[in-house]
C-alpha cells in the first residue's frame, strides 16, 4: 500500500510556471512506475506524463511536450512536474498515479493502481 500528497497546485496566469510535486508513503518508492494525468470539468481523465520506476526519459502527451518535464527524487519518494509556458487549456485537477513495477510509462489510467487527491491547477488568460 502506498499513499499520494499532491502539492504545488494554484493560479497562474498564461505564460507562467508551476511545479507540481507528489509525495508517497512507504519505503519501496524506487519501485514504483510514476504518473501525472489531468481531469477537467466535463472531461474524462486523461494522460500528462509517466516516469518509470527504472528511471530513464518520461513519456509526455503531445500537447505537453516541451512544456512539462517529469522528474523523480528517489530519496525524497517524491516525483516533480515542472509546468512552463503554461495555457488556459492546461486548467485541471492533477493526479498523480502509482503502480509497483509496472513496464514501461503506460498512459492507460486503468494499470495505475495507487492515485492521490489531485491538486487543482487553474490558468488564466
Known amino acids: 500500500q502506498v499513499q499520494l500528497v499532491e502539492s504545488g497546485g494554484g493560479l497562474v496566469q498564461a505564460g507562467g510556471s508551476l511545479r507540481l510535486s507528489c509525495t508517497a508513503s512507504g519505503r519501496t518508492f524506487s519501485g514504483y512506475t510514476m504518473g501525472w494525468f489531468r481531469q477537467s470539468p466535463g472531461k474524462e481523465r486523461e494522460f500528462v506524463s509517466a516516469i518509470s520506476w527504472t528511471g530513464g526519459t518520461p513519456n509526455y502527451q503531445d500537447s505537453v511536450k516541451g512544456r512539462f518535464t517529469m522528474s523523480r527524487d528517489n530519496a525524497k519518494n517524491t516525483v516533480y512536474l515542472q509546468m512552463n509556458s503554461l495555457k488556459p487549456e492546461d486548467t485541471a485537477v492533477y493526479y498523480c498515479?502509482?503502480?509497483?513495477?509496472?513496464?514501461?510509462?503506460?498512459?492507460?489510467?486503468?494499470?495505475?493502481?495507487?492515485w492521490g487527491q489531485g491538486t487543482q491547477v487553474t490558468v488564466s488568460s
Open positions: 498515479a502509482a503502480h509497483f513495477r509496472l513496464a514501461g510509462t503506460p498512459s492507460q489510467d486503468y494499470l495505475y493502481r495507487y
